[in-house]
Structure formats: structure tokens, C-alpha cells
């Protein structure tokens, strides 16, 4: 199964942008590259997935590098409400289902 | 917008009763999930559910656990003969499609299970 590496950790000030890196060294041609993410006490919350281009919504944007090795997580102006846990998870063929690894526990500072 | 919605947010149950939790999953999607999360431990995936049958499923999901769709909107986790290490939260989930084909999971706000 590919699998996916995350920080353990990270901090951002408040305001400032967010770049949460991802890699995916053994991510097949057909495995989307999904994010959630899941703030204190809550469900999982989808962020962005995409499989070979770069995504935009109104939440993140997802770069994915042109080999698909790797990936990073952008919040524009990161806000207290974004501190989470960060999960950069890969979706396989037919419906296997996704796969919790430990995230990235983001941190933002006022 | 859509959202899975659970039943009930917290739940108490005394060591070797049984359980049920319920999920509205959002109104067109066909393909439903159960996870859990421990207290502090990673968000596990438990079962999947298609068409009326299990999709996939994982080692945690045993012969105590079992899902059905009663009716043509609730999906429900049954745990029988509950055990302190059942304590836990249990996520719902819902996605319109096979997630190969870029479609994503939606989850619930959870249950929270408390085995005493």
C-alpha cells in the first residue's frame, strides 16, 4: 500500500501563510492525493483532493509536484480556527477505503 | 450544506451490554463507512458498506460488530456485548461514489462511546 510522510508538527503566526508538506514516494498513476483535516473534539473534515494538477478551493490549495512524490497543504492566512490535525491521505483503486496515518498537528500563534 | 448526521452524541453503556449507533448519511451518496478514534490514538477505518453489504472491512471489525441499513436513510453500528476498550468515538461517514474515481469521504460529528 502506498503511504503517505508527515511532519509531526508545525506552527504558523497568525495571519501568515501555511505550507503543510506531504510525501508520497510509492503513489501510483490512479491514487488521488486527499486531505482532511480534524480540529479539537470533531469529526474529520475534508479539505482538497486532487490527482495530478494543482486544485483551489475556497479553503486550501493543493500543489502536487510533478513527479506526484510529494505534495503540500497551502492555508493563505491561517487563523486560529485552522489549528488541527492535518492528514495528507491517498485514495487507491476501487473503493479501498482511506487510511488515518498520525497528521501534522498544526499549531497557529496569535 | 449536506452534512452525515449521528446518533446519539454521547452514549454510556455498562461492559457486556449492547450498543447501537445510528448515522443519516447525505442523501445521495451510496457508499457508507464506519471509523473510530480512541482517545488520543489515530482515526481507524472499521467497515465499508455498499448495496446493501459490506464493502470492505478491517481486523477490528469482528464478529461482535455488524451494520445495516434498515431503512432508505439510516446506517447503524451494532456493538454487542460492549467492552471497556469499545470506548471510543465512532465516526460515520458518506461518499457519492467509488473514491478511485475522485469522489471524497464526508464524515459525521461522531458518537461517543463510553464503556464503564
Known sequence: DAKTTQPNSMESNEEEPVHLPCNHSTISGTDYIHWYRQLPSQGPEYVIHGLTSNVNNRMASLAIAEDRKSSTLILHRATLRDAAVYYCILGYSGNTPLVFGKGTRLSVIA | ?116
Open chain 2, 1 to 116: 450544506e449536506p452534512e452525515v448526521t449521528q446518533t446519539p452524541s454521547h452514549q454510556v453503556t455498562q461492559m457486556g451490554q449492547e450498543v447501537i449507533l445510528r448515522c443519516v448519511p447525505i442523501s445521495n451518496h451510496l457508499y457508507f463507512y464506519w471509523y473510530r478514534q480512541i482517545l488520543g490514538q489515530k482515526v481507524e477505518f472499521l467497515v465499508s458498506f455498499y448495496n446493501n453489504e459490506i464493502s470492505e472491512k478491517s481486523e477490528i471489525f469482528d464478529d461482535q460488530f455488524s451494520v445495516e441499513r434498515p431503512d432508505g436513510s439510516n446506517f447503524t453500528l451494532k456493538i454487542r456485548s460492549t467492552k471497556l476498550e469499545d470506548s471510543a468515538m465512532y465516526f460515520c461517514a458518506s461518499s457519492r461514489d467509488f473514491l478511485s474515481s475522485g469522489n471524497t469521504i464526508y464524515f459525521g460529528e461522531g458518537s461517543w462511546l463510553t464503556v464503564v
